[in-house]
């Protein structure tokens, strides 16, 4: 081989290998660098420098909020059965070292997670289910996420991950209990609308009594009145006769 072949080898060779040194991590992701597979440091967003060859980056963890739907049926204590809807929030807890290396290493892979995850949650809410009616459930959306949050908090930080936010969409039944309800909403709006009817009926009534009385205190005053005046009109008329037979007397 010629030498300057040989040479032009080794500058590309080396070339590669210092370009190869440089690492770019983007904005909201952190990357973990190992040595022969044991943990060595983490790089953050940014220009990061990486020995060639020895250093490797094992992951890249995005510190971002991610989402993810659930769909799962629980049963109540009174054994219906609860059909769930939710959407999870979550994120990386910190940007701290143990916590971008629980994340990095306590589960295979992101499908792991995403199922030890999902699986946590839908049991939380199963088991705080299993002890209420199936009546009451519908007016404990707010207690059931403060539940799955007391509960699931202090696993995730363990995993390097924190609960933002848990969504119970929607919250139905089977078709027979759905009917059942409607029917009993059916049944209560008939109600009201017929006590309603009748509180407004007895306004009426109370209402066209008061009237009628009103009139016949009315016109037994002015009767009243009329008498008097008439009781008047006559003693006077009787005075005026008296005073001419007394002048006439005279």
């Known amino acids: 081989m010629p030498p300057y072949l040989f040479t032009y080898v080794i500058a590309v060779v080396a070339i590669i ?121 519908l007016i404990l959306r707010r207690d059931i996420v403060e539940h799955v949050k007391e509960q699931l908090d202090n696993i995730l930080e363990g995993w390097g991950y924190h609960l933002q936010d848990l969504q119970l969409n929607d919250i139905t039944f089977d078709d027979i209990i759905m009917k059942s309800m409607s029917q009993v909403v059916a049944s209560n709006n008939l109600k009201a609308a017929a006590e309603n009817e009748g509180q407004a009926l007895l306004i009426t009534k109370t209402k066209a009594a008061e009237a009628e009385g009103n009139a016949i205190k009315i016109s037994a005053e002015a009767e009243r009145q009329a008498a008097q005046l008439r009781g008047q009109g006559i003693a006077l008329f009787r005075e005026e006769v008296a005073k001419g037979m007394t002048v006439a007397a005279k």
């Not at 983007?26 to 420098?49: C, D, M, S």
């Not at 940007?95 to 995850?117: G, H, S």
């Open 17 to 137: 290998i210092l370009f190869s040194s440089f690492v770019t991590v983007k904005q909201g992701t952190i990357a973990v660098i190992t040595i022969f597979g044991k943990y060595q440091r983490i790089l953050t967003p940014g220009l990061n420098f990486k020995i060639p060859l020895i250093e490797v980056i094992h992951t890249r963890i995005s510190i971002q909020n991610r989402s993810v739907e659930l769909e799962f049926q629980a049963v109540t204590f009174d054994q219906a059965n609860v059909y769930f809807k939710a959407m999870l929030l979550y994120s990386v807890l910190d940007q701290q070292e143990e916590t971008i290396k629980n994340v990095a290493f306590k589960f295979v892979d992101e499908r792991n997670l995403m199922q030890a995850l999902v699986r946590t949650v839908e049991g939380s809410i199963r088991a705080f289910v299993a002890t209420k009616r199936q009546a009451d459930v």
